[in-house]
């Protein structure tokens, strides 16, 4: 085919419309499609338009890209958007020095092309025409829609668009301008509407006109993006961009969303293409991609969207499982809409009206954090078992990349014994982030998820770890998604996850105090103490005390030997000596073993101890003592090895601190927020023994820790969630 042909590369809805059209004026088509069936139906009874009851057909050549290698001229791209980059890996090698490519595509493609082949032989174009392929090689037209076509940045119109739109006249009205800029982001308000309405089964119209909060605030949220960049909006069809901005008129928008109801009622099209992506094709929606553009605008610029952001999460929920759509998603997202001062022009506030939106927001995707808990649960992590520790860790990286993107800058720090150590650092205000520490592993043996899998009874969820600690880095993640959705902000984070704290972090602590250190503040993620907080732990020590004896035959020569079991009972009674509970410590002789035989003075016992002191002080009271352990019977020895496996978390002044800022947010929450101290450790011992404040507990709303029985609550998640959020949110404004 010679220059003047046209190769249309992507022969879906709109591609297959503009071929059609340019084929039946006569003009040179060539149409690549990677989906082989609709390109075999192609070639076997020609390109089909139904309209009603009545089809038409063109013979058109057609071919896979892998069965055409010859050059290409003139480009109109009308791939989904997700497909760009592998389009232009093929149309790059072919096209000829004075061709060109001109994306009729949904979304912002025009600069990524540009990239690609170059910003002369870019052209620009905004199209809406409402057509689906309904069987392999036949296009439903469902009904008038528009089309514009330019240069990029606004350039005036040249001979080469010109030329391109006489010949569309086949199609339609189609148009040449120097503002497709401002017909694609006009429409990016409008599409944003469409893919809400997706959300649920019924028609574009019924529910535009049903949930207008919803649907005035996304378009709403997308030209505020669009007026940060100066773009100049344009009306197409019977949308009135104008009328959707902040300020606009009330009466003038209600009246402009009757009449864009009214025309959708006319088309053949009831639904919107992304609901038939999701409920038909099942496959992967484009508009995730449309609008990656519309949120990077919007960071740069401080925009709030809030709600589209919402919108998009639905849409990717329903890609796993479309049976989800349901309007009770377009009601949650009213209330959502309802609740901003954006809703009226302004940024989402301080105080009750920040914790209110996000409070919402979680409310309405509780379902999704039940989910996230039951996959994560069902990740076996039992902190012996490095293989399975390996296999949850890389699940759980798979999951963080879904959930908050890729991070700044990730590290894995390699542990020969026990699992590996995660660090993932996510950027926000402040030059120092705050530390989110948790661990992933469990002490739960492997093959405890045969007998005892993940289950939910109403607001009850039991399972091996849900509530030490696998919901409480989910609650974390949910926090941070709820901040990026609301456009609220949030200091940079520091995520740290460990695989060996359920036996004592030997081998994290050090890089625990090394991140600890760099950081200024951490939040630790281990469970809630019925509800409150943990601002003190105590220190906790792992010692063994060895008596070393002389064995002899106890009944041919009783006196020749010395008993090391009577020894260390001594010994036993002299350490219960130095409990102290008035001063929070405590002592316990957990395991003792000794002696070989019943007629053998025992040559060797042992007993191992844990330790629990509250203060520093008592911690040195304690080590002293054992440091000073004599044997009564002078002819055995006594060797005391182990050491303070934990420091003491004592409740200091950055402590409270953090502990008041909690309690604060939980107020504008609309509950009260208690702390206590306890007698568990955990790895923010060894962070605030670093000097560095620490808010443990915020973790899990349950009980059960390291039993049968342990659970949490579906309600504590987002309580839980919600209180992060905010605790963060007001961590970056200080």
């Not at 170059?118 to 528009?146: H, K, M, Q, Y």
């Not at 809400?196 to 993006?225: C, K, Q, S, W, Y």
């Not at 948790?438 to 009874?457: A, C, I, N, Q």
Request: net charge negative; with cysteine; charged share 25%.
């Amino acid at each position: 085919m010679s220059s003047d042909s046209y190769t249309v590369v992507g022969a879906g809805a709109i591609g297959g419309t503009l071929a059609f059209s340019l084929a039946r004026a006569g003009h040179r088509v060539r149409l690549i499609d990677t989906d082989a069936a609709h390109v075999t139906a192609i070639q076997d009874r020609g390109l089909t338009v139904a309209r009603g009851e009545h089809r038409e057909s063109v013979r058109v050549e057609a071919a896979t890209p892998d069965a055409y290698d010859g050059p290409v001229h003139r480009v109109l791209l009308a791939v989904k958007a997700q497909a760009t980059d592998a389009a232009l890996d093929w149309i790059a090698s072919r096209l000829a020095p004075e061709g060109w490519v001109v994306s009729f595509q949904n979304g912002f493609n025009e600069e990524l092309i540009a990239d690609r082949i170059g910003p002369d032989r870019t052209v620009a174009a905004f199209v809406n025409i409402f057509a689906d392929v309904i069987e392999p090689g036949v296009i439903l037209d469902g009904g008038a829609g528009a089309l514009v076509v330019g240069e990029r940045h606004g350039a005036a119109v040249s001979e080469r668009v010109a030329a391109l739109v006489a010949d569309l006249q086949s199609w339609g009205p189609a148009v040449a301008s120097d503002n497709v800029e401002g017909y694609l982001w006009a429409k990016a308000g409008f599409g944003a509407m469409l893919a809400a309405t997706a959300l649920a089964d019924a028609p574009m119209a019924e529910l535009i006109d049903r949930h207008p909060l919803t649907m005035h605030e996304v378009a709403g949220e997308v030209f505020d993006v669009a007026e940060a960049l100066g773009v100049e909006l344009e009306a197409f069809d019977a949308f009135e961009p104008e009328a959707f901005r902040r300020g606009a008129d009330p009466a003038v928008r209600r009246a402009a969303t009757g009449r864009l109801t009214a025309w959708l009622a006319t088309q053949a099209k009831d639904r919107s293409g992304i609901w038939r992506d999701l409920a038909v094709r099942r496959r992967p929606v484009e508009v995730t991609t449309h609008y990656a553009e519309v949120f990077t605008q919007a960071e740069r610029h401080g925009v709030s969207t809030p709600v589209l952001r919402s919108v998009i999460a639905g849409l990717r929920e329903l890609e796993r499982d479309p049976g989800l759509m349901a309007e009770e998603r377009l009601v949650a997202l009213d209330r959502l809409a309802g609740s901003l001062p954006a809703a009226h022009g302004g940024p989402v506030g301080p105080g009750r009206d920040r914790a209110r939106a996000v409070r919402q927001w979680l409310d309405a995707h509780r379902e999704d954090m039940v989910d996230d808990l039951a996959a994560y649960t069902s990740q076996g992590s039992a902190s012996d078992d490095r293989e399975a520790l390996a296999a949850c860790l890389t699940w759980v990286r798979g999951w963080l990349d879904g959930a908050l993107g890729a991070p700044q800058a990730e590290e894995v720090l390699e542990r020969e014994r026990t699992g590996d150590i995660l660090v993932r650092r996510y950027p926000g205000t402040g030059d120092r982030p705050v530390l989110l520490l948790g661990h992933y592993d469990t002490v739960w043996p492997t093959g405890t998820l045969e007998e005892w899998p993940f289950r939910r009874d109403g607001d009850l969820i039991t399972g091996p770890g849900v509530f030490d600690m696998k919901a409480g880095l989910v609650q974390a993640v949910w926090s941070l998604r709820a901040l990026d959705a609301l456009g609220l902000p949030r200091p940079a984070c520091t995520l740290m996850l460990s695989g060996d704290e359920e036996t004592g972090s030997l081998t994290s602590s050090e890089a625990i105090v090394a991140e600890a250190r760099g950081s200024r503040a951490a939040l630790v993620f281990e469970a809630a103490a019925d509800g409150a907080v943990k601002t003190a732990r105590k220190g906790v020590g792992l010692f063994t005390v060895t008596v070393t004896g002389k064995e002899a035959h106890a009944g041919l020569d009783p006196d020749a030997g010395a008993s090391a079991v009577e020894e260390l009972a001594h010994q036993i009674l002299y350490l219960a000596g130095l409990r102290d509970p008035e001063a929070g410590t405590s002592l316990n002789v957990g395991v003792i073993e000794g002696g070989t035989r019943s007629n053998v003075t025992a040559g060797r016992a042992v007993a191992r101890l844990d330790v629990r002191v509250a203060t520093a002080a008592e911690q040195d009271r304690i080590g002293a003592a054992l440091d000073a352990l004599l044997p009564v019977d002078g002819r055995t020895s006594i060797e005391v090895t182990g050491g303070w496996n934990r420091p003491v978390f004592e409740r200091t002044a950055g402590v409270a601190e953090l502990a008041e800022l909690a309690r604060s947010c939980a107020g504008t929450l609309g509950w009260d927020l208690r702390e206590t101290s306890v007698g568990g450790a955990s790895d923010g011992n060894f962070v605030v023994a670093a000097g560095v404040p620490v808010l443990d507990g915020i973790g899990a709303v349950g009980s059960g820790a390291h039993a049968r029985s342990e659970n949490t609550s579906v309600a504590g998640m987002v309580e839980r969630a919600a209180l992060t959020a905010m605790v963060l949110t007001s961590l970056s404004e200080r």
